[in-house]
């Protein structure tokens, strides 16, 4: 293990200094061009490109000896990066030398599932992708064939599903993810958050995570702020049922009963709007609702939360002032996967209004409104007009703003439905373990017309395909542009740092060989990715050469909050921060959130919560032979007390370390897992990081190490608001491994 990874960990975990990042700069047509230092390597060439070992996206430095990768480091001319990567990111090397990568384009040989395949040439299998579509197209229309998509190489494709008619593009990073918390905060801010999220960590004064567990949760940039900010003596608040990382650091841990923490928030709320702790002249210039939303808190006491929360009230009280006292760089994080309990909306809404009781919305140590770096669009045709979608069932979510995977995948139906949804193009994503409910996955897969997965590895949804695309990895390929909102705003560039290995193929050459397939030349008139990105690049004004060398071309800083002299604007429909919501109200659901107590576990169950690895993401990087050399295998957390009088092991107790089964309600079954006894986990739930527990046979080394939350995942609590798919909602058991 290098010994980056190994100190990177440290500083996640130990919050000292991360240095500035510096690099050479030279102003260019208003954008800094930065001259990247070649520290390490002589003679090595050094190809800038960006990072996908996760969604964040940094900028890297590859390093290259011949045809081989010797080394990735941080971009220090990157925003996102300055000059490090998180242990996932300097791992790349690993998924580029996986020695199970797809190698070929492959055929399905048995039954859906079965995992057996023949190997074909590039041309049949795209004829039979092309094929496929047509004939589902032929008799269902266009809006038949879905692309579910997540990593940023799906933008080829989605630019080929559009041309083609169907504007099904479905990421399960939003109703498994991100979308209730989108919705939430665009409901009261009249915007979303989106990636990279926009909060001020570093300049927060004090920061209070409600389960979000960085450090654990790696997003590197905001990791690198968060040690910052600690550093200079931020305080930190955690909520969370777990003793994270994060808690570790925290002044206060609040250890919440899992799935109430729309009481403690609207306690928070109490407190705050009883006490006069709020930013009134923030109130009175920014937000409208606010007597609705005192009136509305006026009953929900410390004292009511108490039994729900398992939180004690003066502790309660004793947070909220500590919280209102650094107002307005008291920094409540939205989190990110905020798909929990099926009210998720609505804890979304009560953490973003608690965020405007502390006039921390466009404040420094806030919410920043960055800009974003204006590229040109290719000039493509325009896209064939499309019909209503069928990802949502007549009037359900009417706030979900993007298409639901989930929706796509219960939109999938038999041969006779007219207004279904027939085939499926699959990019970069294991819907597998990434939607709710394998069991109905697998149903609705088998319903199908056709199936074609696009994959690096051979991860569970490829067992299903009938044709298997192998794409490259991002190592070995040129993707489009990058330009998030950020600040500094800056445009990324993707760029192939070696030759594809095996007969694996560019996303940007698949897509448009099937394009052509499908008889769509007209939406592929270039001849390579990499001559998009100069189109792009030089019709924005920015010289190619120029940004290939640097891998960013980074933007000016811009004034980002109100202290820097932004003037805060909100595109709600009343043009103010929506305390209580019309919207919602209009909509027939409750203006302000309110609280329903979750369901209890059974006697002897516990409810299953789930999080991230520091140093995976999901089952992509679970088979990555120099990231397992790290971590192997997840572990199951029972707490010690618990652990002493479980129910089955009264006369042979429970060890430290030992192997255990877990049993869903359902009896669902996980693979052996063993167990972590620990006092820093509640006694009603266990935990287990996400993306362990593979089954796909090809991926030889991941097969059976530990245990899959997603398979254990057969329960499933729908936001009503928006359709995201609540998953803390499942128990389990624990047996001994082998008993009947
Ligand atoms: N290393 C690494 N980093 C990643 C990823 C990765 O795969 N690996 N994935 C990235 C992605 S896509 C996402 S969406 C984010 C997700 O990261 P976050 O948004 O931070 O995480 P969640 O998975 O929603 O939350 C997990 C935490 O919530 C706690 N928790 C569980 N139930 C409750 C509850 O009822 N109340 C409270 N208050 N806490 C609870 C858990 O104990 C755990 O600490 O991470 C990102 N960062
Ligand atoms: N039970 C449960 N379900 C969850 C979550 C959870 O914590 N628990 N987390 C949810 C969250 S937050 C999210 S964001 C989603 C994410 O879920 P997914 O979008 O499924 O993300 P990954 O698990 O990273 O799956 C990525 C797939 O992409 C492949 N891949 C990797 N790199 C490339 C590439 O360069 N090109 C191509 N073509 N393929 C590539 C991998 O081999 C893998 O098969 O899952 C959600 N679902
Ligand atoms: S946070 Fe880590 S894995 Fe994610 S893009 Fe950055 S370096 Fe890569
Ligand atoms: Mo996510």
């Keep these: 293990m290098s010994v980056t990874r190994r100190r990177f960990l440290q500083i996640g975990a130990a919050g ?53 990768v010797t080394k990735l480091e941080g971009n220090p001319a990157h925003p996102l990066s300055r000059g490090r990567l998180c242990p996932r990111g300097v791992g790349g090397t690993g998924a580029l030398n996986d020695p199970d990568r797809l190698k070929q384009p492959l055929v399905r040989m048995k039954k859906r599932g079965e995992d057996v395949f023949a190997p074909v040439s590039w041309d049949d299998a795209l004829g039979r992708v092309a094929q496929g579509m047509e004939q589902v197209k032929a008799k269902y229309g266009p809006e038949a064939v879905a692309l579910f998509s997540h990593g940023y190489g799906g933008s080829w494709f989605s630019h080929l599903m559009k041309a083609f008619g169907s504007h099904h593009i479905a990421a399960p990073s939003y109703a498994q993810c991100r979308g209730p918390r989108e919705v939430g905060y ?43 900010a600690l550093d200079r003596g931020a305080q930190l608040v955690v909520v969370d049922p777990r003793f994270s990382v994060a808690a570790g650091k925290a002044k206060y841990w609040l250890p919440i009963k899992p799935g109430t923490d729309i009481a403690l928030l609207l306690a928070w709320m109490h407190v705050i709007v009883t006490e006069k702790l709020y930013d009134a002249d923030y109130l009175t210039k920014y937000a409208i609702g606010f007597d609705a939303l005192a009136a509305h808190v006026a009953d929900k006491t410390p004292e009511w939360a108490y039994p729900h929360t398992g939180i004690r ?68 045709p325009k896209y064939p007009e499309h019909s209503a979608l069928r990802d949502k069932p007549e009037g359900k979510y009417p706030l979900a703003d993007e298409v639901l995977a989930s929706g796509v995948c219960n939109a999938t139906v038999g041969p006779d439905k007219l207004d279904g949804i027939h085939a499926w193009l699959v990019y970069g994503t294991n819907l597998i373990q990434a939607l709710p409910d394998w069991r109905q996955t697998e149903k609705k897969i088998q319903a199908l017309d056709f199936l074609a997965v696009v994959d690096v590895l051979p991860a569970e949804i490829v067992g299903y395909a009938d044709v298997v695309l192998p794409e490259c990895t991002y190592l070995e390929r040129d993707d489009d542009l990058w330009a998030p909102a950020w600040n500094p705003p800056f445009v990324a560039l993707r760029q192939k740092v070696v030759e594809p290995k095996y007969d694996s193929k560019p996303g940007w050459w698949i897509a448009k060989e099937l394009g052509k397939k499908l008889q769509l030349d007209a ?74 107590p979750p369901d209890e576990p059974p006697a002897g169950s516990f409810r299953l919560l789930t999080g991230r690895s520091p140093v995976h993401t999901f089952g992509r990087t679970t088979n990555n032979r120099e990231l397992t050399e790290i971590q192997a295998e997840n572990q199951v957390w029972l707490n010690a007390a618990v652990a002493k009088t479980l129910p089955g092991f009264e006369s042979e107790p429970l060890q430290q370390g030992e192997y255990v089964v877990l049993i869903n309600q359902d009896g669902i079954k996980s693979s052996p897992v063993s167990v972590k006894i620990t006092e820093r986990i509640r006694g009603d739930a266990v935990y287990l990081q996400h993306g362990f527990g593979h089954t796909a ?22 936001d009503p608001i928006m359709g995201g798919t609540g998953m803390s909602v499942n128990f389990v058991r624990l047996e001994r491994p082998g008993v009947a």
Excluded at 200 to 219: P, V, Y
Excluded at 549 to 566: F, I, N, Q, T, Y
């Design 313 to 380: 009230p003066e502790l309660i009280r004793e947070t909220a002032r500590f919280i209102a006292g650094f107002k307005p760089a008291s920094l409540v994080h939205p989190g990110r996967r905020a798909t929990w309990y099926g009210d998720d909306t609505q804890r979304a809404r009560a953490m973003a209004i608690l965020a405007a009781l502390l006039g921390n919305w466009g404040r420094r140590g806030g919410f920043l409104s960055p800009g974003q770096v204006e590229v040109a669009k290719y000039p493509y």
């Design 697 to 718: 046979k090809g991926l030889k080394f991941a097969r059976g190490k530990g245990a899959s939350d997603s398979h254990l995942t057969t329960r499933v609590a729908i």
């Design 186 to 228: 665009n409901l009261t801010y009249g915007t979303i958050l989106g990636s990279p999220e926009p909060v001020d960590i570093a300049n927060a004064r004090c920061i209070t995570l409600i389960g979000s567990h960085l450090g654990e949760n790696m997003h590197n940039t905001q990791v690198q702020d968060f040690a910052e």
């Design 523 to 596: 939406y592929f008139p270039w001849q390579t990715g990499a001559q998009v990105v100069d189109t792009r690049l030089t019709a924005s004004g920015m010289d190619p050469a120029l940004v290939r060398k640097s891998g960013v071309a980074v933007g000016k800083l811009r004034p980002s909050c109100e202290e820097d002299g932004l003037p805060l604007t909100f595109d709600t429909p009343s043009g103010k921060i929506e305390l209580a919501s019309e919207t919602l109200k209009s909509h027939g659901f409750h203006a302000l959130p309110e609280f329903t």
């Design 16 to 68: 000292t200094g991360v240095a500035a990042a510096s690099g050479l700069t030279t102003d260019w047509w208003g954008y800094a061009s930065p001259q990247v230092p070649n520290p390490h390597t002589q003679g090595d060439r050094i190809v800038p490109t960006f990072c996908e070992l996760c969604f964040w996206k940094c900028g890297v430095l590859a390093h290259v000896r011949g045809d081989e």
